[in-house]
């Protein structure tokens, strides 16, 4: 069955004949499996770039190495540079970004487990992020980052909308 937040960010989309991208690091393409649920979600769904690992941020989405040591992969900085790049490279008209820490382990940073930034950014250099503390299993962190991708996506076009 298809999640709420799916279908909510698919009606949003199709209203405005609006194209979604998403760039996923700690959900590696989970955002993508939830919107490839609802039917009708190829009229709206560009697709997903899958970079989980530094390097592919850096080739997939050509996001700077110097950015990503500064700040952390785990990072406002980074979810921002990120869904700014799928949004250039997908021509999406909005594009969703995820980068964080679902555990059970640390990356050696300062950043606790269970830590995740989703950026969107909108056609016409809209872009911000938000930061997320989650509890739970692995697989129970991944879930709720990709449910909140797609709440901050459709978030962010409704505002853009004038839609509250």
Known sequence: MASTEAVELIQTLSSGSLFFAAA???TAG???DLIAQVPGASRVF???????????K???LGVDRGLI???GAVSRETACA????ALIRSGADIAAA???LAGPDGDGSSVPVGTVWIGTALRGGQSRASVFH???SRNEVRLAAALDTLRESNRSLQKAQGIS
Do not use: D, N, P
């Not at 560009?46 to 592919?56: D, N």
């Not at 990120?82 to 790049?85: C, K, L, R, V």
């Open 24 to 26: 996923e690091s700690c």
């Open 30 to 32: 989970l955002v993508a």
């Open 46 to 56: 560009w697709g997903s770039f899958v970079c989980y690992s530094i390097e592919a």
């Open 58 to 60: 850096q080739r997939m």
């Open 69 to 71: 040591l500064k700040y």
């Open 82 to 85: 990120m869904a700014e790049a």
């Open 98 to 100: 995820v980068t964080g």
């Open 134 to 136: 989650y509890t739970g």
